[in-house]
């Protein structure tokens, strides 16, 4: 089974829209682990839109299942992250102006500098991931960095336009995969995938770990949190049914 870590920025955002004390991402988190998501994700922004730092250190303290913390490779964000110590840190490019997170990282840019920001990860205990788009000179140099592991940027896919984009952007992650499961590096994959559109990219053999929030928040507001979880882990389990 592939795990499934739920991001649970977006109950942050609702709680932000009026800078009140509801819905609490803790209590989010805690429905998703009952329901039998097997990691929690929070990215904190530089702008702080949505998870507070607050929120960081009570979710370090509180939830009982692996705890990856999704930011920018900043001074401040890796001081963060030595200090609250989560299981795992995700680096992410960060725009102040994108709505979302646009694309993945280029690691050819600025491998120096996530080196250096991976060594002092990985000197606390704590595992190395960088969010890519699926390229293989990306790949290659994931691994010339030292990352532990490498989650895919599935953005294109989620949102193509027809039948033949998404088949073809499939087939470019599934080929990505391959190349870093064979370079030694573990294979996670995540954004903007639905209940619908993650079967397919769980049916792809190398990857053991996906990132979900948006959708699974989305959902919550109609079915509850424990039971949104439940459908993607319900359609997980369908993709991974289809793997050869």
Known sequence: MIRLFVNIDHVATVREARKTLEPDPLQAALLA??????????????DRRHIQDDD???????????????????????????????????????????????????????ERHLSEVGKQIKQKGILFSLFIDPDPAQVTASKRVGADSIEFNTGAYSESANSEE?????????????????????????????????????????????????HIVSRSIFVGMEESVKEMLISIKKGVGLRP
């Open 56 to 110: 960081i250190k009570r979710l370090r303290e509180g939830v009982t299942t692996p705890f990856n913390l999704e930011m920018a490779s900043v001074d401040e964000m890796v001081q963060i992250a030595l200090n609250i110590r989560p299981d795992q840190v995700s680096l992410v490019p960060e725009k102040r102006q994108e709505i979302t997170t646009e694309g993945g990282l280029n690691i050819l840019e600025q």
């Open 166 to 214: 998404a088949k073809e952007l499939l087939a470019r992650l599934s080929q990505a995969a391959k190349l870093a499961h064979g370079s030694g590096l573990r294979v996670f994959a995540g954004h903007g995938l639905t209940n619908d559109s993650v079967q397919a990219v769980a049916a792809i053999p190398e990857i053991e770990e996906l990132n979900i929030g948006h």
């Open 33 to 46: 682990e009952k329901a039998g998501a097997h990691g929690i994700t929070a990215h904190l922004r530089e």
